[in-house]
């Protein structure tokens, strides 16, 4: 899953330099030409990160970060303000008003890659993160190796990649559907049920020798990582 990136700006030039770069970069990019259109699009769907223009037409950038910023679903969405040359008392403002970053026009494109990928690492550390920790369960994706206790447990690459997906994201209950999609991919036909097998085989890995299973069965749900796992000892 490549972080989500909606751009809001009304210059269509910059819009479409952005979004080549950006998905040159491997996001996943959307974008409106209207601060209303985009905040009657964020009450829908919810992007990993906003780059938002501070002049729009329908709805100022600043109100709509404004707006934002009052809701608590994207109270904590990471946003990189754009503002015109020489705004200086407007960047506070835009800073007062809840931005996460800004960056003045005319801007160079790496510096605006660079400001995005530090903002999403702060959002998400776990997304990029080399090393990956649960209560004992510890990932390494560097020497793609797993250890519960200091132990080193053999993984198929299909139950690491299920670990991987899952110790992103703890806490969080994915449907059989959304494994398959995550970690075997959406272009591919496998039968749900494979989830079940792989989800047993992963489970009897990490669990030998160990009492207390990390992996929550969720009942007409699916799975998750218990995110309280190695809490509460
Ligand atoms: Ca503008």
Redesign the pocket.
Known sequence: MSPRILIV???EPLTMLLRYNLEAEGYEVESVARGDEADMRLKEAIPDLLVL????PGLSGIELCRRLRARPETRNLPIIMLTARGEESEKVRGLATGADDYIVKPFSVPELLARVRALLRRANPERVASVLTIGDIELDRERKRVSRNGQIIELGPTEYRLLEFLMERPGRVFSREQLLDGVWGSDIYIDERTVDVHIGRLRKAINRGHTVDPIRTVRGSGYALDDRYGRDR
């Open positions: 700006e009304d210059e223009d501070w002049m729009l």
